[in-house]
């Protein structure tokens, strides 16, 4: 056996090695409608979750604040967003992204979303405490 022929061989092994290593941590998420009734399937160590969400369903928000000073009340409380299209969210680890057609997670957003807290008051509304989201904006397919 030659040098070339040699090396060819072991490159040939890492790559088939390194592929079927790949094949091995690329497991499939589980898919789940968010009107499906729970529980949802068990989750593996590492793999997604998807929730796929259709136009006008209804999404709990819990909120609990707690501390010397102030805390919700009820603890928790709830609010609710209502879907304004479908949509789906993908949940692995600490990653949480959203997609339009629960394929493409990973596209950059036209528009960033933003995040605002602030604390006010005004002689007609008293003081109050404002939290605004707002989503980033999907860039068009």
Known sequence: MTVA??????????????SASCAA???????????APAPWPALREGQALIID???HDRIPVSI??????????????????????DFSVRIRGAEIKTSLDGVH???K?????????????TRETGARVVVRVTTPVHAKP
């Open 5 to 18: 022929h040699s090396i060819r061989v072991l490159l040939l092994l890492v790559l088939a090695g390194s």
């Open 25 to 35: 941590t690329a497991i499939t998420p589980v898919r789940v409608s968010a009107s």
């Open 53 to 55: 969400f259709k136009a």
């Open 64 to 85: 609990q604040l707690d501390g010397d000073v102030v805390e919700t009340t009820p603890s928790p409380s709830t609010i609710w967003l209502t879907a304004k299209r």
């Open 105 to 107: 997670f990973d596209e």
């Open 109 to 121: 957003p036209a528009v960033p979303g933003h995040f605002q807290f602030g604390v006010g008051a």
